[in-house]
């Protein structure tokens, strides 16, 4: 299936995939701090990047997200160790799966984020949704009915 072509006054979907004890914690700093980001972005909150099984974005994509945020702590600030090391490699791995049956790589991203990290946190977001709204609406992954 071909991508389609955006429609005047189209916004991308973006899923964010985030750590509970960072990245989300970061949001609420940019909400609180009244930050200004695009509202393109739904969060769904994790214990852990760790915990993040790759299936979750492709279902999101398959779903019709147009682009997928994970956002975890830095390393060596895990809750967990080495759950946001794992992560990256997973994701990775997805990335270059993605890449090979024909997902642009700009619409899948992976990032670290801390609680105090409002601003970055907003800057990450602005740049997601530039991204996945220069590739236009995702239509490869996404089930017909
Ligand atoms: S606890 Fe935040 S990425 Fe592991």
Known sequence: MAENKPQENWEPKIVGIVCNWCTYAGADLAGISRIQYPPNIRLIRVPC?????????MKALQEGADGVLVSGCHPGECHYLSGNLSARRKFNMLKNFLTYVGIEPERITFTWCSASEGDR??????????????????AKLVKAL
């Open 121 to 138: 946190f907003a800057q990450v977001v602005k740049g997601v949704t530039e991204r996945v709204k220069s590739r236009g609406p995702a």
């Open 49 to 57: 990047t760790g915990r993040i099984n790759p299936f979750y974005i």
